[in-house]
């Protein structure tokens, strides 16, 4: 029997065990496919912590608030706010190359809904990044790592949780404590309402299933937030997100009846729904394979910073562009909103503890810290500092109890 068994190999699966194993060698982490597939590592715009100038833990903190309509559990959002610099400073200690200017200032983004510029990335694969750094430090420990593990089943003994999965593998684990880190449901969800998503296919939600099974308490559960910029063609392509500080290089979403004005302090939320009404009220275009969508035109960020600007920030979504035959400078992307994430989940406390004695959760899996709207860069926040601390505290003394 382990003493600690994680589920999930994203971010907060990543930072759980790393954590962990600063007190026991005695966990296993099971895994759906690859260790480090996950949607953290589709991530792209990067991480909010505030470190601008006129920027403040107070202020980020009421952005946070604002975003998710005040339903976020404030000692929640306030924990992960106040651990803003520690977890970048956790994640540069073990390596990660976060963007600085030649001072050595990191690099901030605005993001929609933020109130300063606070995103601070890794080109426009802040989450690749962050996932190849803490894939390696996981995989150099001393702990029992299982990779094609779809965990199917967990059932609940006496002493210990038994855990299974569908296909090869064990047909059984036993483990005194579990970490839930399996991540949102969107890849499913969309499949069932037809619309596109920027998920990744292993974001199908069964681990919520079994949680609520168990007697976890979910808050928020069906909420969930679109991404304004998700490409609606090249096919390939379709509900990708483009990465959304490119609005605040001055690039310009456009319907029939020509530009649409975008407040940079709307929400990423709000923006959605905004586009999504100016679709149902026939101001979207209908491409030639059938799907509707808005103009992004990139013209005026390349007038106002030049392409080699564009090209150092944005490198992994020009490649796709170019990939595809597109050039930026000549015509404009077709977009609509892609569904992106899933904004509540089950509910825990500061030390990741839910209702369920012996049984932890971190990362999109949980609810209660983005309320009903999260701000952009706050899930990569939300991840590692939660996956750390219920990391550390499932693996702390005897089982303790929510
Ligand atoms: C395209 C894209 C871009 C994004 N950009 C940003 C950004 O710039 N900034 C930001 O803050 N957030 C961003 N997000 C959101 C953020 O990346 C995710 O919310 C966050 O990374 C989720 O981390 P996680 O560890 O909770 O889950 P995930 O990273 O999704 O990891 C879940 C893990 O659980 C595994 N798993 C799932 N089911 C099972 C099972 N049954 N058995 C075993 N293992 C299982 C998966 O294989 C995976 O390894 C983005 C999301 C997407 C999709």
Redesign the pocket.
Known sequence: MYKLAI???????LAAALEAAGSTDDIIL????RIG????A??????SVSFGIGDSEEAHYRDTLKCGHFRNVPRLARTMVKEGRSVLRWLESLGVLFDRDARGRYLLKHSLGATYPRLISCKDR??AAMVKVLAEKVKALRIKILED????DIEKKKRCFVIRCVGKGPSAIEARNILL????RCFAVALQKKVPT???R???G??SGIARRLGARFVDYNSFQYHPLGWADPQPLRG??IPESILSFGAEISGKDGVIRIDSMKQRGALSSLLLKEDRQGRSFTLKNGARAFQLNLKPALERYGEKVIANTFPGFLALCSAQGISIKDEPLFIFPTL??QNGGIAIDERGRTKVPGIFAA???TGGIHGTGRL??????D?ICFGRRAGSSAVAGKRVYA
Do not use: D
Not at 37 to 40: F, I, V
């Open positions: 589920i999930g190999s994203g971010g907060a699966g099971v895994t759906k496919t597939s996950s949607n953290t589709l991530a792209q715009g990067g991480i802040t989450g593990y779809p965990v199917c880190a399996a991540g949102g920027s998920n990744s292993e974001a199908t069964e681990v990708r997100p992106h994430y990362g999109e899996i952009m860069g706050n899930s990569l926040l991840i």
